[in-house]
């Protein structure tokens, strides 16, 4: 963190804005949006404000003359935008006395910034990249600007009127805590929102026990939290990672992901990797058990999709039979994860009309599956945790009657940095396996790896092309 975010109160004395045309112009109306009271210095002469009402005009004090002879008595900051030079000798004076000075787009003679603001009343977000790129900056300004509703000031407003009230009475601050998240997250909240803030005030008197109102049962979410780029977690999960009191986590789910977690959260890692010793199942429904009969809110993290080889199913089953309620929110599972980021198609019209999802992450369970149902040219076949098992896959399906020139590719740490894709025949599947060096990684075999962008890069795409010509 290159610059530390602060919030300047206005309202303790004059801004001194400096500048000509739209780029001032601007700045003026950021300020007075504010609440400031600005000495306003036109370095090209035009100082008409006709576009203001009458009380905002009331609070700019229009500079004449030299903008350098402009006293800095009482300035609490001061800005420059499209001053050119005249704004650099500005800058320069107000470091000499020690006022924040921020000159539009010129890092060097600036001793702030001003980042891109979402601006709903009493919640304002500010966005920043330390100057490197304002248009990022704004990109994500946007996307807060999608998530946010458009009444969440008016709910940090309804909250503020209450808070002596409430905290008199609820001394406690992590029962304090609780007892707010119950008002935002539930039907008082949103009637706010909804812009029933009588109904909501009303029903917030009617609560005769506050501290009791913040008990509540604990609360289990199954959450998805996808192959690995935090950016495809759904906003259903990010919510539930921000609730969490307590995140159950597995190996797979990468660190990006983690950290979107509420920071005082508590985080355990109930995950294992082939060839080391896990915990176990029931040790983990225990825990998930144990944390919600305690009260807290407890977020089962698992990479890729619950239900998608997570195990998701049996421990839903041990929270039904312990009666802990729990919610499960869908994460996309890897094999999607890698059919997007190479661009495979898994189902292509007329080629690929089925879909064959299995796992087989030791040799033992790939000696297990009925090969034979895999054969159809028509179907893909998606394998998970595949790797070590491999050499079966590949004998397992080329008995089975599958062609060793079936295209395959193996899509390791799909949607991370440091994903690999390498794409093949089935009878080289061993080989690519090698090449990718290590996992988690997903088998997918079928025609449609033709089609996707690693094969399309290779000199697979001659080979093939002039194999389908034979057949033909």
């Known amino acids: 963190m290159q610059y530390l975010p602060v919030f300047l109160d206005l309202r303790t004395g004059p801004v001194l804005l400096v500048g000509a045309g739209d780029l001032a112009r601007a700045k003026l109306r950021l300020l007075l949006a504010a609440g400031a009271h600005v000495r306003f210095a036109a370095t090209d002469g035009n100082d008409e404000l006709s576009d203001f009402d009458t009380e905002t005009r009331s609070r700019i004090e229009h500079v004449s003359g030299d903008p350098l002879a402009v006293t800095l008595d009482n300035v609490i900051a001061v800005l420059c935008a499209g001053a050119g030079e005249t704004g650099e000798a500005v800058a320069a004076r107000a470091r000499a006395k020690g006022i924040p000075v921020n000159v539009m787009d010129d890092l060097r003679h600036s001793t702030f910034i001003f980042p891109a603001?979402?601006?709903?009343?009493?919640?304002?977000?500010?966005?920043?990249t330390g100057g490197a790129s304002p248009v990022v900056a704004r990109r994500v300004r946007e996307r807060i600007e999608a998530l946010l509703p458009s009444r969440i000031g008016e709910l940090a407003s309804f909250i503020g009127r209450f808070r002596k009230s409430i905290h008199a009475r609820i001394p406690d601050f992590a029962q304090r805590r609780k007892f707010w998240e119950r008002i935002v997250d539930g039907p008082i909240g949103e009637m706010v929102l909804a812009g029933k803030s009588h109904d909501a005030?009303?029903?917030?008197?009617?609560?005769?026990?506050?501290?009791?109102?913040?008990?509540?049962a604990g609360f289990v979410t199954l959450v998805g939290a996808g192959p690995g780029d935090p950016d495809l977690l759904t906003v259903k999960a990010l919510r539930a990672l921000q609730d969490a009191d307590i995140v159950f986590y597995d190996d797979l789910v990468s660190a990006e992901v983690l950290d979107r977690a509420r920071r005082d959260a508590a985080r355990v890692s109930v995950g294992r990797r082939i060839g080391k010793p896990g915990i176990g199942q029931d040790a983990i429904n225990r825990l998930l058990i144990e944390a919600a009969q305690s009260g807290k809110r407890a977020?089962?993290?698992?990479?890729?999709?619950?239900?998608?080889?997570?195990?998701?199913?049996?421990?839903?089953a041990a929270l039904r039979e312990a009666g802990v309620a729990y919610d499960v929110v869908p994460g996309i599972t890897a094999g999607l994860g890698a059919a997007a980021e190479s661009e495979v198609p898994l189902t292509f019209r007329q080629k690929a009309t089925r879909i064959t999802?299995?796992?087989?992450?030791k040799a033992k369970d790939a000696e297990t599956v009925d090969w034979s149902a895999l054969t159809d040219v028509k179907m893909t076949v998606v394998v998970y945790m595949g790797i070590t098992a491999a050499d079966s896959i590949r004998t397992g399906?080329?008995?089975?009657?599958?062609s060793p020139q079936t295209p395959v590719g193996v899509?390791?740490?799909?949607?991370?940095?440091?994903?690999?894709?390498?794409?093949?025949?089935?009878?080289?599947?061993?080989?690519?396996?090698?090449?990718?060096?290590?996992?988690?990684?997903?088998?997918?075999?079928?025609?449609?790896?033709?089609?996707?962008l690693p094969w399309r890069n290779s000199e697979l795409a001659q080979l093939h092309s002039t194999l389908l010509m034979a057949a033909e």
């Open 201 to 216: 005030e009303a029903a917030l008197h009617a609560i005769a026990d506050p501290a009791a109102f913040t008990t509540s």
């Open 411 to 452: 899509f390791a740490r799909a949607t991370r940095p440091d994903a690999k894709a390498v794409v093949g025949t089935l009878d080289e599947l061993p080989r690519l396996v090698a090449q990718v060096e290590k996992g988690p990684a997903i088998l997918i075999i079928g025609d449609v790896v033709a089609l996707s």
């Open 397 to 402: 399906l080329l008995a089975a009657g599958r």
């Open 299 to 316: 977020v089962r993290l698992k990479g890729g999709d619950p239900f998608v080889f997570g195990r998701g199913g049996e421990e839903i």
């Open 117 to 128: 603001i979402v601006d709903r009343g009493d919640v304002v977000v500010a966005v920043g």
């Open 357 to 361: 999802f299995l796992t087989a992450h």
